[in-house]
């Protein structure tokens, strides 16, 4: 995805695909020097700080806003994958397996008709 398409796209389908594409160019050579000094240890706060908000947002029932914090989740679960891509460890594909796991899948059989 280029620059034009990661700005302008809408299509719903690839917005994922699009969160990915941005957090490659921000942690690329000439993005954002920020974004790519980020480590998973550097990291840390923002993702316990991002899981409080949404917690936060919960018990209060706030339905719009827990839309904004999730996004922000995403944000930190991309950057994440994003890291462990670069040094060869996973990527957010692996990330997503692992979220519909076979064990978790099991967990679910009835419904999933295993």
């Not at 954002?32 to 993702?47: R, V």
């Not at 460890?89 to 076979?102: G, I, L, Q, T």
Request: glycine share 2%; charged share 25%; with cysteine.
């Amino acid at each position: 995805m280029n620059d034009t398409e990661m700005i302008e796209c809408r299509e719903p389908a690839l917005q994922m695909q699009r969160l990915i594409a941005i957090m490659k160019r921000l942690r690329a050579p000439h993005g954002c020097p920020w974004d790519a000094e980020q480590t998973h240890h550097s990291l840390i706060s923002n993702m316990i700080e991002e899981a409080y908000e949404v917690v936060d947002t919960i018990q209060r029932n706030d339905w719009t806003q827990l839309k904004e914090e999730l996004g922000d989740v995403l944000l930190q679960v991309v950057f994440h994958a994003e890291i462990a891509q670069e040094t060869g460890r996973f990527d957010f594909n692996d990330v997503a397996a692992e979220a519909v796991s076979y064990t978790h899948l099991r967990a679910h059989e009835t419904l999933m008709n295993l």
